[in-house]
């Protein structure tokens, strides 16, 4: 509750942005995954974020919600750097997050129902009874009343992604980072989630990042979309701007065709150096 | 040779680097185990009772047994160099104080070390790979609390608890071979066991019971957490952290005995 009366203080100025990332670098293995990121999430908005497999959008997020630190580069969080956070100012933090992860990491020790109650046991002083009526609310919103006390093993891919929504959804937070939440799901389904993502930012004002591949999804839900390549940002504009944009790449990815500058076969000369691993050849 | 020196400086690099983390592990969870709880943060109770149970009750058989068949054979043993002398009723005394001082603590470590610590590695090593620590993690509850914690200070109290059972069971074993075998009275034997073991070899025995708890624990979450690479890593890892906490407790142990023979 309190959280949301401190929140709603920005609503005076909804363009004010949420979370700036500022020269955000990142290697892993001597392999730059994230090469200078710059972007502003602003508040109440939805953000989509796009790109290739493997090109760090999962990682990005994990920059974002302090799970990994950057190199270099700041991260500002309602104006402060969590990138030099310590632990206990960070969990702060993220009592007023909420984390979809790509594949749901949901707990296969607890049941459903325990699983979304979870963090309202660990950080919301309630009563047993008012918990259980927030977890039958969370899992009505999306889709799953009476499956509460199955166990993650019991249910399919798809509704264990729900789960770990509603669960991410459990403490009401500000701002909400979905790792491709459509993936995995019926069509009716995925629109149904695309629809929540929607409500929740329209009607609670709560920010949202959601990495996707869809393209359907992303622009029916997009205010803004970021687009990943090579670990930069090469695009970040309206989905309108997006659709409109002469680039290339992202033509190639918005068309989803296989001819293009993604999938550009090499020269002969750059291939053999590939294959050999010999750089000059005569 | 000089390739043999290059191999053991990083190894021992290596392993000075792990020893370095575990510990600091170690020092976050004795405060989520005896501090936080006064400021009200508890221990996970669920996953305490969980472990306690999985330790305590569901080692105790193969615990149990193992204590057993190596009293016979301690007994068996010690009887066969002993009738040389023609002493054999100072087998009880033998298997006792064997037990207490050095055979329960350490064989029961060993079982548990296989039993709980691989179970350990095991299920916080899928958590890891399935991001279930990272989702903790995101949700603002420490896993250094939430699961560390629990499984340390249940294997910190249940490991001395089947360590007396141990003793218990292995001098009971010793008393089967010396009754059939020997022919021994049963008063006799037991008062025998009883005059030469001191509060003191017992004492000894639960310290160094208390030490394998912690390098059990410790080890075992650490080897957990620390996994990198689907279903394959936690395989790994399990394995890694059987043979290092063996390994390390039979290192201890033979500190701690170096240490009570010298003082
Ligand atoms: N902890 C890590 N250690 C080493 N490399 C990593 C680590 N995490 C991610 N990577 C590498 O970073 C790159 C980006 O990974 P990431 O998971 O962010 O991709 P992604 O864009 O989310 O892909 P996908 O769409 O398939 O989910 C990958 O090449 C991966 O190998
Ligand atoms: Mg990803």
Redesign the pocket.
Known sequence: MLCSILFNKGVSDPYHAMIIVKNLVKS??N?K?LDNINLKIEKGKITVIM?G????????LRHLIGSIRPDSGEILIAGEDITKMDEDSLDNLRKRFGMLY?SGALFNSMSVGENVALPLREHAKLDNKIIEIIVKMKLELVGLTGFKDLFPSQISGGMKKRVALARALALDPEVVFYD?PGAGLDPVTRAAIDKLIIDLSKKLNITSVV?T?EMKSAFSIANKIAMLHEGKIIIYDSATEIKNSQNEVVQQFIAGSPEGPLTRRRTGKEYLVTLTGVSKHR | MRNFCGYLGRSLNLALRHLGSILSLFRQALYWIFIAPFRGKPVNKKDFIGQLELIGVKSLPIVSFVSFFFGITLAMLTAYQLRIFQSEILVGALVGVSFSRELGPLLTAIVVAARVGAAMTAELGTMKVSEEIDALETMAIRPVRFLIAPRLLAILIMLPCLTIIANIVGILGGYLIAKLSLGLDTYYYFSQTFKAMEAKDLFTGLIKSFFFAGIIGMVGCYQGFIVRGGAEGVGRATTTSVVSSIFLIIVTDCFFNALFYFI
């Open positions: 892993f293995d392999r995954i790109g497999s493997g090109c760090g959008k999962s990682t990005l790509q491709e990495v591949h």
